[in-house]
């Protein structure tokens, strides 16, 4: 048997994680000296007033949560895939493969997703299809790090200030601002952010995102935090251009969100195996 852990970053909801026998391990983050633990996506609380508030920090999932976890699966009998965001946005990656080696590597696999959020979800349901298919730990691992290329992420930001700070910026250019009606498109490409352009008026930036979008994309998953109504659009646009494709709509949470900021528009995807 096999059970999968992965970071709050994935933003499974709690029945998800129960019925597809996922374990969330949590990032935290601090408001104000007050440290909060981001767990499933459906019990995060009303966190969008909560980091508006200036000085928001996050912090990776501490070694111990992920000891804890392991040693619990394997107490079970579970060997154990462990699929973290990627390694140059966190530490993460590297907190949970030390964990590992700590606790018993011959049946832990620790795999960088180089992906977040929906991207990191969409590869841990591919995961959890792999394991149904009867593969072993070895194989799900090595089937994961080839599936991570066929999946992408493309996002926009009301302000670039956020991510500035948060440091995890590839060659953007930073002076972008939505005041000029200005939208920069960035890509999550081999785990790092980088830029696909700056376009002008929410309408281009909506078209921008969809041509980011392969056309031979199965699924879709459009993400947003504070752009509730941006993204049943974006949706609509979506599902009209790739209509073989399950398109979904999902939001982001407070990890994220402090360092992006709000009104964060963009879409994950996963090709089609089928497809050629």
Not at 31 to 53: P, Q, W
Not at 210 to 234: F, H, K, M, T, Y
């Amino acid at each position: 048997m096999i059970a999968i852990v992965t970071d709050s970053t994935a933003y499974l909801k709690q029945r998800e994680a129960a019925m597809w026998g996922v374990h969330i391990v949590p990032l935290n983050y601090r408001v104000n000296g007050v440290l909060y633990t981001e767990g499933y996506s459906d019990r995060l609380g009303n966190f969008e007033k909560l980091i508006e508030s200036p000085g928001c920090m996050t912090s990776q999932a501490s070694v111990g949560s992920f000891i804890s976890s392991f040693m619990e699966l394997r107490r079970r009998g579970f060997e154990v895939l462990c699929l973290t965001l990627s390694s140059r946005l966190s530490g993460t990656f590297h907190t949970a493969y030390s964990a590992s080696k700590e606790v018993d590597a011959e049946h832990i696999a620790v795999v960088d997703s180089h992906l977040t959020a929906a991207g990191l979800l969409l590869l841990v349901k591919h995961a959890k299809k792999c394991i149904l298919d009867g593969m072993s730990l070895a194989q799900t691992a090595l089937a994961i790090e080839e599936k991570r290329n066929s999946l992408g992420i493309v996002f926009s930001v009301e302000d670039m200030t956020a991510l500035r700070k948060s440091g995890r910026l590839g060659p953007v250019r930073q002076s972008v601002s939505t005041i000029l009606n200005l939208h920069p498109i960035l890509l999550l490409e081999d785990g790092c952010v980088l830029s696909k352009g700056v376009v002008r008026g929410r309408a281009a930036c909506r078209r921008a995102l969809i041509d980011a979008i392969p056309e031979n994309s199965g699924q879709v998953v459009v993400q947003e935090l504070c752009a509730p109504e941006e993204a049943r659009e974006l949706a609509q646009m979506i599902s009209k251009k790739l209509p073989r494709a399950q398109v979904s709509i999902r939001g982001l949470g407070p990890v994220l969100g402090i360092h992006l900021g709000k009104g964060v528009l963009g879409a994950a995807w996963m090709k089609n195996e089928d497809a050629t």
